[in-house]
């Protein structure tokens, strides 16, 4: 199935079985098919290539054998967190390098961390701990939060870069770009601050409790162009 030629947004009910759908170019809510007894099939999902999207989905199955989101990077990078241009996804890692498409890679984080002990290669950050609402996840990722971040060593974070958080509220999980908005470069080895950051949220999973539930796998192994 095939809503990437919409522009407005759908709202999309699959039914059971395994089901594979690319998404419109306007913010979808995809339902699942579940009920209390359990999931039923395996669905894969790929976020539109085009256009920036904010996709809500219901009945998403977590594990390593469960649904899957196909993340691309293009529409991604088509975001535009600040309104002052679009972003570019970096990795959270000792080099903050661009992301292409590369291998999907964790850094889980407890409490504060300095980036320079990122997993090499990691792309999205995993916050292992309730956060309420994305304005506390810019709050709680700066300076004196309880997830404070400080950029690697060899790592600056140009404006408009930006990364992506994988985080909860104990209710859902969310996928959120967390972007330089200050107009400049934050130097290497920097403690980022609330002033620096703004947060896009683009994908909301419904009833997933804990982020550190969520496999690799249910995120496509590896990011699309």
């Known amino acids: 199935m095939a809503a990437s030629g919409a522009s407005g947004g759908a709202d999309i009910i699959l039914g059971s079985g395994s089901n594979t ?32 999207t904010v996709v809500e989905i219901t009945g998403f199955e977590v594990g390593s054998a469960g649904d899957v989101i196909e993340l691309d990077l293009s529409g991604i990078n088509t975001n535009n967190v600040s309104s002052l241009g679009t972003n570019t996804l970096i990795t959270v890692d000792n080099d903050g390098n661009d ?32 956060i309420d609402d994305a304005s506390d ?45 200050s107009g400049s470069t934050i130097s290497a080895a920097d403690t980022l601050t609330t002033a620096e950051l703004g947060v896009l949220t683009i994908l909301t999973l419904v009833g997933v409790t804990d982020a550190t539930t969520v496999n690799v796998n249910n995120l496509g192994v590896t990011f699309n162009l």
Do not use: C
């Not at 408009?160 to 908005?181: C, E, H, P, Q, R």
């Open 21 to 52: 759908i690319s998404l419109s170019a306007g913010d979808d809510t995809v339902t699942l098919s579940y009920d209390d007894d359990g999931y039923y099939g395996t669905d894969s999902i790929t976020l539109n290539d085009n256009d920036a």
């Open 99 to 130: 992301v292409s498409n590369d291998t999907i890679v964790f850094y889980t984080i407890t409490a504060a961390a300095d980036l320079s002990n990122g997993d090499t290669g990691a792309n999205i950050l995993v916050i292992d701990g309730d």
């Open 137 to 181: 996840l810019e709050s709680q990722l700066s300076l004196n939060g309880d997830f404070e971040l400080t950029l690697a060593a060899g790592g600056a974070m140009a404006d408009n870069d930006a990364f992506l958080v994988l985080w909860d509220d104990g209710v859902d999980t969310y996928l959120s770009l967390v972007a330089n908005i």
